[in-house]
T-cell receptor, first 118, second 115 residues
């Protein structure tokens, strides 16, 4: 069966410090990978998604970046954190739809990372 | 472009009462539809999904949802609420995009259960 891991589970960082959040998936190959953020009391905001190694699509311009150095590894980074970067960060994966299919399959989420920028 | 609207950011029901969480979507063709549940400080868990097979979909924890194309709705129901159902619920839609890699989430409905 497939599992998805995120670490760290919680993180408290000062403004201006760097950030690195990691997500790994086990039990599947060539998944689509996603990073979401939930601000307090808000819904899900898609930040980045990736359909393959080195392929990153950005949804929201900001001071965050993402990388996919390996097939099942997805990293979210920042060089300098802002107060507004605080939130709950979720990684997710899905099976890529077959070629020519326009519908995306369901996504499976990790346990999340709670980031507090002070 | 697809969108999904969840009516009611907060729903409160008594334990044992019917749970009804509303979701409407906009799509030019019948999409794939999903319901997720999120407990505090946890990731989202898939409750159920509609992928153009049976219109009445049964999920985990006694939840079910019915796809109604004429009403563009996919409401989530449970006959008898349990205290453990208290959580945030998200409806999501997958459809025709320039990229076939994304699904769109609603803003969520917080379900509270009164003893």
């Amino acid at each position: 069966s497939q599992t998805i891991h995120q670490w760290p589970a919680t993180l408290v960082q000062p403004v201006g410090s760097p950030l690195s959040l990691e997500c790994t998936v086990e039990g599947t190959s060539n998944p689509n990978l996603y990073w979401y953020r939930q601000a307090a009391g808000r819904g899900l905001q898609l930040l980045f998604y990736s359909v393959g190694i080195g392929q990153i699509s950005s949804e929201v311009p900001q001071n965050l970046s993402a990388s996919r150095p390996q097939d099942r590894q997805f990293i979210l980074s920042s060089k300098k954190l802002l107060l507004s970067d605080s939130g709950f960060y979720l990684c997710a994966w899905s099976v890529p739809p077959p070629g020519g299919q326009a519908f995306s399959y369901e996504q499976y989420f990790g346990p999340g990372t709670r980031l507090t920028v002070t | 472009a697809q969108s999904v609207t969840q009516l009611g950011s907060h729903v409160s029901v008594s334990e044992g009462a019917l749970v009804l969480l509303r979701c409407n979507y906009s799509s030019s063709v019948p999409p794939y539809l999903f319901w997720y549940v999120q407990y505090p400080n946890q990731g989202l868990q898939l409750l159920l999904k509609y992928t153009s097979a049976a219109t009445l979909v049964k999920g985990i924890n006694g939840f079910e949802a019915e796809f109604k194309k004429s009403e563009t709705s996919f409401h989530l129901t449970k006959p008898s609420a349990h205290m453990s159902d208290a959580a945030e619920y998200f409806c999501a839609v997958s459809g025709l995009y320039s990229s076939a890699s994304k699904i769109i989430f609603g803003s969520g409905t917080r379900l509270s259960i009164r003893p």
